[in-house]
């Protein structure tokens, strides 16, 4: 759960422009906009290897402590901008929030278990949206498929929420999919099918 609080000290950004922000990721800091709750959005720098152990430890669902001007703000993540080949974070917009506010969160499903031997599990959706208290969010859920048996499906509907959550997705939304999983003879088949295939296509050929 998000009930461990991340302090997080910011500075107020004075600069603008690519170039400030370019600057300012090389001093190991990450450029970020607090908004929310009709409030005037503040432009902040984040310390980056702060910031970066969060979302590590915690998932990007972490709710932050952050010190603004003196004051403390509770904020959640909203949007992280990840640079696709160095992983430098980039930038990040930050929600205001307040105590008992619920939020509306993305969680990511979290398989684990074996299931029954000769079954094979599939991945239709790798999370769910939920409403829930800003400071009672999950990290993730579990759902576990030990020993399950081919022909057994989980739904969003199956997750249990925390006390208080509302689900947002629909509960009919297909989690995990577990089948029979393919023989050596059906591979077999799918083979013999193709080299029919192939021959068949030879065959044409030759004859014109």
Do not use: C, W
């Not at 005037?40 to 720098?45: G, V």
């Amino acid at each position: 759960m998000a009930k461990e609080i991340n302090n997080l000290k910011t500075i107020t950004r004075t600069e603008f422009g690519k170039g400030s922000a370019r600057r300012a990721r090389r001093e190991g800091q990450v450029p970020a906009v607090l908004y929310g709750h009709h409030t005037e959005p503040r432009h902040l720098l984040l310390n980056a290897l702060d910031f970066a152990a969060v979302l590590r430890n915690h998932g990007t669902n972490s709710l932050l402590t952050l010190e603004v001007d003196g004051k403390e703000q509770l904020a959640l993540p909203k949007q992280i901008d990840v640079h696709p080949l160095t992983r430098v974070i980039e930038h990040t917009d930050l929600l205001v929030v307040k105590k008992g506010e619920k939020v509306v969160v993305e969680i990511a499903i979290l398989v684990v278990g074996e299931a029954a031997p000769g079954t094979l599990v599939t991945t239709d959706a790798d999370f769910i949206e939920i409403e829930v208290e800003a400071t009672d969010i999950p990290e993730d859920f579990e759902l576990s498929v030990a020993g399950v048996e081919a022909g057994t499906q989980f739904t969003a509907a199956d997750i249990t929420l925390p006390s208080g959550a509302t689900l947002i997705s629909d509960p009919e939304t297909l989690l995990v999919n577990v089948i029979e999983a393919p023989t050596g003879d059906d591979l077999g088949d799918d083979e013999e099918s193709d080299e029919e295939g192939e021959s068949a296509e030879d065959s044409g050929k030759a004859g014109e």
